[in-house]
Nanobody, 124 residues
Framework: QWQLVESGGGLVQPGGSLRLSCGAS????????VAWFRQAPGKEREGISCISGSGRITNYADSVKGRFTISRDNAKNTVYLQMNSLKLDDTAVYIC?????????????????WGQGTQVTVSS
């Protein structure tokens, strides 16, 4: 069964850091563009970062640029999102998505595989 599973969410104070992981089971992520989205209560899902299958191309939404870093370890079949300088507005469910036929560009949502999400709460 093909599955994406996110982990690493939690409660953190403003200014803190978290590292999210997106792991795949049932398939290998090597050739897949992987993206991170987030959805806060009452808000639309927002694409925040993506990485190409090779890892050579990464993109970020303006809202996270300079604070978040996406990376991948294909040997571990995992994509990471390092989140630094977290703000209250970063509170959301973070969801990863993957697809072989999608380019890495913010705004694209047509991914074939989606995880269930992990909750990130930034609060003092």
């Amino acid at each position: 069964q093909w599955q994406l599973v996110e982990s690493g969410g939690g409660l953190v104070q403003p200014g803190g850091s978290l590292r999210l992981s997106c792991g795949a089971s049932g398939f290998t992520l090597d050739d897949y563009t992987v993206a991170w989205f987030r959805q806060a209560p009452g808000k639309e899902r927002e694409g925040i970062s993506c990485i190409s299958g090779s890892g050579r191309i990464t993109n970020y939404a303006d809202s996270v640029k300079g604070r978040f870093t996406i990376s991948r370890d294909n040997a571990k079949n995992t994509v990471y999102l390092q989140m630094n300088s977290l703000k209250l507005d970063d509170t959301a469910v973070y969801i990863c998505a993957a697809d072989q036929h999608v380019v890495c560009r913010i705004g694209i949502t047509a991914f074939g595989s989606w995880g269930q999400g992990t909750q990130v709460t930034v609060s003092s």
